[in-house]
């Protein structure tokens, strides 16, 4: 999942045309492999092992409000940042961001894995749809504000590191805890990317032909996640 902020790179080498092409599908894509993940993995996966749908339920609501105060705090957002003056200091908040979203992010992959190998594959192809079009978005953001291609590549790399570390906090923390909560806090966390950050994102357009493919792309992702439970179960 680290390795994934390498993706940045790939803004060097594609005309600008290309990317803003390819971007919005992306997110459109991300989004539907989140809530999808979501709603048909995450959230059945976890209820049935975890026993009290209250309690359940409230986990899913602090994932969710979680990434809420979190976005309020840093003011930023997933994927798409334009129209700032204050390019540079914008930067650092990107990183900062970024790096706590990874944080909890391997905290709540991780936390899958431990509780099934099969949900954890999926909460991870899930996230991973969502980094992609971030990184990208993330690495020409740095460019723009006045950082080095090799310096903006390697704190990318850097803030993404952080992901790893979440991952093995979890892991050691299970050994004492139940780390059962970790299910339904990234749930709330996929749910909360996917409907206030990336969907938004993709319904700004007024193009027919263009909301329609990102319509489509939002349904690959749902389908996505659909031939993921399919094979695994």
């Given at each position: 999942m680290s390795g994934i902020a390498l993706v940045g790179a790939v803004t060097l080498v594609l005309k600008q045309e290309t990317l803003d092409k390819i971007i919005l599908p992306l997110v459109a894509l991300a989004a539907g492999s989140?809530?999808?993940?979501?709603?048909?993995?995450?959230?059945?996966?976890?209820?049935?092992?975890?026993?009290?749908?209250?309690?359940?339920?409230?986990?899913?609501?602090?994932?969710?409000?979680?990434?809420?105060?979190?976005?309020?705090?840093?003011?930023?957002?997933?994927?798409?940042?334009?129209?700032?003056?204050?390019?540079?200091?914008?930067?650092?908040?990107?990183?900062?961001?970024?790096?706590?979203?990874?944080?909890?992010?391997?905290?709540?992959?991780?936390?899958?894995?431990?509780?099934d190998i099969r949900l954890g594959i999926m909460t991870w192809l899930a996230a991973a749809a969502h980094e992609i079009p971030q990184e990208l978005g993330d690495f020409g953001v740095?460019?723009?504000?006045?950082?080095?291609?090799?310096?903006?590549?390697?704190?990318?790399?850097?803030?993404?590191?952080?992901?790893?570390?979440?991952?093995?906090?979890?892991?050691?923390?299970?050994?004492?805890?139940?780390?059962?909560?970790?299910?339904?806090f990234a749930a709330g966390n996929f749910i909360y990317i996917g409907a206030s950050d990336l969907v938004p994102e993709v319904n700004k357009?007024?193009?027919?032909?263009?909301?329609?493919i990102h319509f489509l792309a939002f349904t690959a992702g749902l389908l996505l996640m659909s031939l993921i439970k399919f094979i695994f179960e």
């Amino acid at each position: 999942m680290s390795g994934i902020a390498l993706v940045g790179a790939v803004t060097l080498v594609l005309k600008q045309e290309t990317l803003d092409k390819i971007i919005l599908p992306l997110v459109a894509l991300a989004a539907g492999s989140l809530i999808g993940g979501a709603f048909l993995h995450m959230i059945p996966a976890g209820l049935s092992s975890y026993g009290n749908a209250t309690t359940f339920c409230l986990w899913i609501l602090l994932g969710f409000t979680v990434f809420f105060i979190l976005e309020q705090f840093l003011h930023w957002h997933h994927c798409h940042r334009e129209g700032a003056d204050d390019k540079q200091p914008l930067t650092y908040l990107i990183l900062i961001g970024d790096g706590l979203h990874n944080f909890i992010g391997g905290l709540a992959v991780a936390g899958t894995f431990l509780i099934d190998i099969r949900l954890g594959i999926m909460t991870w192809l899930a996230a991973a749809a969502h980094e992609i079009p971030q990184e990208l978005g993330d690495f020409g953001v740095l460019i723009h504000g006045g950082w080095k291609k090799s310096r903006a590549l390697v704190f990318n790399v850097l803030s993404a590191l952080t992901f790893l570390l979440g991952g093995i906090i979890a892991y050691v923390a299970s050994f004492r805890l139940n780390v059962d909560f970790l299910v339904p806090f990234a749930a709330g966390n996929f749910i909360y990317i996917g409907a206030s950050d990336l969907v938004p994102e993709v319904n700004k357009q007024s193009e027919i032909k263009t909301n329609i493919i990102h319509f489509l792309a939002f349904t690959a992702g749902l389908l996505l996640m659909s031939l993921i439970k399919f094979i695994f179960e």
